[in-house]
């Protein structure tokens, strides 16, 4: 018996048939697309360009704009990208209310205005309990240390053991910085009418060199950078670590951050680095900026 569908349902299976067969095609697509979706890295290898955020107004490690970045992890950045076969770009930012902003803005997320995020962002304090809290960035190798210093000349005041030493001297500090609030809260704040506050650490050392403060509390690099500018001999001045509360003893190593599915660039970071750990360029690095590579 010769049996004739109706149209609507002779067009129903058509359809049908159509989409079924149509659905392993599909697949097959999707399964190719996915094949050829580019990893991270390769994105980066096929533009031929790191793009490294950094810190504006953080001398000596980074300062300028985008077209002029001076420091050292200017000058760090440009080495790792060197050891990856890459150009490097600069996309430097404001420092945010804290780091987990800056992470947010510059490694995992982007900025609200619309620019980042990087592929990597240096000056990044390698610390567990940070790390722990920022799991949507993943921090790694740290190539340096730094801690706070007391510069001072040691003609005009030989020694210093604590900050009760400085009752009657001038005081020098940087603005906003874990530095100031200890030596402003110091023992309810037995040296603060001795406590003057400028813009930066590097200002902050400079009125010592200039013998118009006796003290300043900034980081070693600043101290060393400040000397290393004006050319002066590092013998002739003091950098004495206090023991404060809230000043960390040991200080804080500096490292790197990448988004936290971008393993794959981050050994790679960290193979660079160990290379320019191990052929003794990271160290020239920073005797060139006339700083000291302390281990992290």
């Keep these: 018996m010769n049996i004739r569908l109706s149209r609507s349902v002779a067009g129903a299976l058509s359809r049908r048939s159509i989409l079924l067969g149509a659905l392993p095609l599909a697949l097959g697509l999707g399964g190719i697309a996915h094949a050829q979706e580019k990893t991270a890295v390769e994105k980066i290898r096929a533009n031929g360009v790191l793009k490294v955020a950094l810190y504006k107004e953080n001398e000596p490690y980074s300062d300028g704009n985008m077209a002029r970045m001076t420091g050292l992890d200017v000058s760090l950045a440009e080495a790792l990208a060197k050891q990856l076969q890459l150009g490097v770009s600069f996309l430097p930012f404001d420092a945010g209310e804290n780091m987990a902003d800056d992470l947010r803005n510059m490694v995992w997320k982007g900025h609200y205005l619309g620019y980042g ?3 990597v962002m240096l000056h990044v304090p ?51 910085t874990g530095a100031a609030s200890a030596m402003l809260g110091y023992h309810g704040g037995v040296v603060r009418d001795r406590v003057s506050i400028f813009k930066s650490g590097m200002d902050a050392a400079n009125t010592v060199l200039d013998g118009q403060a006796d003290a300043a ?20 001045w003091a950098f004495t670590k206090l023991s404060m509360p809230g000043v960390p003893p040991n200080g804080w190593a500096l490292g790197m951050a990448v988004k936290a599915d971008n393993k794959e660039l981050a050994a790679l970071l960290d193979k660079a680095l160990d290379d320019l750990r191990r052929s003794g360029d990271l160290l020239k690095l920073f005797q060139a900026h006339g700083l000291t590579l302390a281990a992290p």
């Excluded at 740290?142 to 706070?148: D, I, N």
């Excluded at 600043?222 to 002739?236: M, N, P, V």
């Design 117 to 119: 995020p990087a592929d």
């Design 126 to 176: 390698v610390d567990k309990y940070f790390m722990s809290e920022n799991r949507q960035a993943f921090i790694f190798a740290p190539y340096t240390r730094e801690h706070l210093v007391l510069l001072h000349n040691p003609k005009n005041l030989p020694q210093v053991s604590s900050p009760e030493d400085l009752k009657d001297r001038k005081i020098a500090v940087e603005r906003g």
């Design 217 to 236: 509390f900034v980081s070693l690099a600043q101290a060393e950078s400040a000397i290393f500018a004006r050319k002066l001999d590092r013998k002739d």
